[in-house]
């Protein structure tokens, strides 16, 4: 992962959505996605910069919990990115995530959000290119919603 | 025998089982009263606000409070209590999480004030009349408690030492409570450190007798409690009804599932969980169906098979959500429309 790219992303507020810096949270599982991310650094693939990656040993490594907190640490969207079915290094972490990413998007849409705030990616080590469109296309989406709805709870 | 201690109760919004669940203690009331004098507990009996207002500051030993924040004398009066108590217990879920009024954050005043004055049906209300913080009449002005958008817990307002989780908390844990409190009087005990839970570490399923399987467990189709009569040895969650065990702090005895109904998290989250409802989402989700043919399915047949759980927000956060760390729900305001 190109750090530049993860610092650039420092935010400038909610003001118009012109000029509507998105901040986006990345979980990319360590075996898969994390490589797949590191290849479209190394391969300088071209990236909206308002994203910052955390690495985690496998998708399901990401408690519903970890989003929740996103959101109310003020995330735009939260982007979890884990090996394609049948891939996972865990043999069936992946099938945890995405039963409860499925079932997150349900909740937080219960919670007022958009339930595009959510995304589930499968993104492999050799998939560079997809890494960056999905960064792509999720900032756009993201963007297109606007800022967090939340507000501090209140 | 020193003199007494002072004890005070008081209920915010809560239904008053916490109330009655404290004379449930039976004969151990006996214990209270040899070392305590009630000063204050409206459902009691009468007592004056401006009697405790005149009391000396810290001059109550231990304040319950039960039920939870959601206009402005529940605030006012924590804020009193706090002030006149050295000890200031939480007590039962909603003063703890917020409990079954705490969903009401999920909506707000303007939808409750319509609901409630408006739309049901045996209300009568043409010009809407709702209730007024304020209203100047000839005698003079009348004042009601502002009501308002977010439920908040006990510990979202003021200080509190001790939590004493369960709708409402079980004759053990009072009991257990009151003996802290006796020893700490009569014996000099020290009290158990500030901001302890006043129930167990463990989860509900620690605690419940059902057989659940150990290995390879799997839901095939969630049902609702009423939709099957559920085998009484067997653990719940296997036969397929949601119980919210797994994400719940013991203590209560297990005594729901005990008797053929699934736990819905009265005790709330466990130790070191902040967010019971995702701590259960995060279970139930791994339970589901995971077959051979998995890498097969597509990301549709995954939403479908989730989509069993009819009410995410409602099943798993029924007695947590002002706890939770989105605490309500939010508005989205952008262009595309929430469909």
Not at chain 1, 53 to 74: L, N, W, Y
Not at chain 2, 35 to 61: C, N, Q, R, Y
Not at chain 2, 73 to 100: D, P
Not at chain 2, 280 to 294: F, Q, V
């Amino acid at each position: 992962m190109n750090s530049e790219a993860v610092h650039a992303g420092s935010h400038g507020g909610d003001g118009g959505s012109e000029h509507f810096e998105p901040k986006i949270l990345v979980f990319c599982c360590n075996w898969c996605s994390y490589a797949g991310a590191d290849l479209a650094g190394v391969s300088r693939l071209q990236m909206p910069p308002y994203f910052r990656t955390i690495r985690v040993m496998c998708s399901a490594r990401v408690d519903p919990e970890f989003v929740i907190r996103a959101f109310e640490k003020g995330a735009d969207g939260v982007l979890v990115a884990g090996c394609h079915p049948a891939d996972c290094h865990y043999i069936g972490g992946n099938y945890r995530t995405r039963r409860r990413m499925a079932l997150m998007k349900m909740l937080i849409q219960q919670f007022g959000f958009d339930p595009d705030r959510l995304r589930l990616e499968w993104v492999s080590a050799g998939e560079g290119e997809k890494f960056q469109k999905t960064i792509i296309e999720f900032t756009n989406t993201v963007k297109e919603m606007g800022p967090t709805p939340y507000k501090g709870g209140v | 025998m020193a003199e007494k201690i002072k004890i005070a109760q008081y209920w915010g919004a809560g239904c008053g089982g916490c109330d009655v669940a404290l004379l449930d203690i039976d004969a151990k009331i006996l214990d209270v009263h040899a070392i305590a004098d009630v000063v204050f507990w409206p459902i009691g009996f009468d007592g004056k606000l401006k009697d405790i207002e005149s009391m000396p500051d810290k001059s109550i030993t231990v304040s319950f409070y039960n039920g939870a924040i959601r206009n402005s004398e529940n605030e006012h009066i924590a804020k009193l209590l706090r002030q006149k108590s050295v000890v200031m217990i939480a007590f039962g879920s909603c003063a703890c999480y917020g409990g079954t009024p705490g969903l009401a954050n999920v909506t707000n005043k303007k939808e409750i004030f319509e609901t409630v004055y408006k739309k049901t049906q045996s209300t009568d209300n043409p010009e809407f009349v709702t209730p007024q913080a304020h209203l100047k009449v000839k005698e003079g002005e009348l004042e009601l408690p502002e009501f308002w958008d977010t439920v908040k817990t006990l510990d979202q307002v003021v200080d509190v030492d001790y939590f004493m989780p369960g709708c409402p908390p079980t004759v053990n844990l009072i009991a257990m409570a009151v003996d802290a409190v006796a020893n700490y009087v009569t014996k000099g005990t020290p009290l158990p450190p500030k901001g302890a839970v006043i129930a167990s570490d463990k989860t509900l399923c620690d605690e419940c007798k059902r057989e659940r399987v150990e290995k390879g467990r799997r839901i095939e189709k969630i049902y609702q409690a009423y939709e099957i009569t559920p085998d009484p040895k067997k653990c719940l969650l296997d036969q397929g009804i949601i119980c919210i065990g797994p994400a719940t702090r013991a203590g209560c005895g297990a005594m729901c599932p005990n008797a053929q109904m699934p736990c819905r998290g009265c005790m709330g989250p466990t130790r070191g969980v902040t967010d019971q409802g995702s701590s259960m989402l995060s279970a139930l989700s791994s339970l589901l169906n995971i077959t051979d043919s998995e890498s097969k399915m597509s990301e549709e047949q995954i939403m479908t098979l989730m989509t069993q759980v009819k009410d995410p927000l409602g099943t798993f956060y029924a007695f947590s959500l002002p706890k939770s760390p989105l605490r309500r729900t939010v508005t989205e305001r952008g262009k595309r429309k929430v469909s």
